[in-house]
């Protein structure tokens, strides 16, 4: 028999059994993250006995004060100020979509920390990639960068089960965030 010649007619083993190359593809799909799914976990617990919170928790709270470092304070005069007047409308109906979803879920202590990894995160996203090319880089490669960013990766890590975002709760967020100028489009 040539070396290269192996015969595997009788061989076993617990999974596919190679002789040579291994080319095939493995496809995990890994959404979110083991804190995440052990906080949809406790909600949806807190949801069926009615566990809910008479306030909300610190981190959750942050947002509730405006925070306003350059004056252009609230949505409306966010998307005037960087030439997006036209998307208020929608902005509007987005950040009511969210509104209506944090209100359904406010009172409950695990929805509270899903929410506020979720707009720390948004948060944090428009500091680190968004705000910094305000100014140099166009409308459209804003938004190319914020659905990248943050409307898909905030959906992709922290859209589970009973806490199911979608991309308008997460561009509700976004706009709810600016009417707090927690997040802005200008320099």
Excluded at 24 to 50: H, K, M, P, T, Y
Aim: proline residues 2%; contains cysteine; hydrophobic residues 40%.
């Amino acid at each position: 028999m040539d070396r290269n010649e192996v015969d595997q007619r009788n061989a076993s083993a617990g999974s596919s059994i190679i002789g040579r190359d291994d080319n095939s593809v493995v496809n995990i799909n890994f959404r979110g993250n083991e804190r995440v799914r052990d906080l949809v976990q406790r909600l949806d617990r807190e949801i069926a006995s009615d566990e809910t919170r008479n306030q909300w928790i610190d981190s959750l709270q942050f947002f509730e004060e405006p925070y306003s470092p350059d004056g252009v304070i609230g949505l409306e005069a966010k998307l005037v100020r960087c030439g997006r007047p036209d998307k208020l409308t929608l902005a509007l109906r987005h950040k009511e979509l969210f509104v209506k979803f944090l209100s359904k879920y406010a009172l409950y202590g695990a929805a509270q920390e899903l929410l506020a990894l979720c707009l720390h995160r948004v948060h944090q996203e428009f500091e680190t990639h968004i705000h910094p090319v305000c100014g140099e880089s166009s409308i459209t490669e804003l938004d190319q960068i914020i659905s990248r960013k943050v409307v898909s990766a905030v959906v992709e890590e922290y859209g589970l089960g009973t806490f199911a975002l979608d991309h308008g709760l997460v561009l509700g967020m976004t706009y709810w965030l600016a009417e707090r100028c927690y997040v802005r489009w200008h320099a």
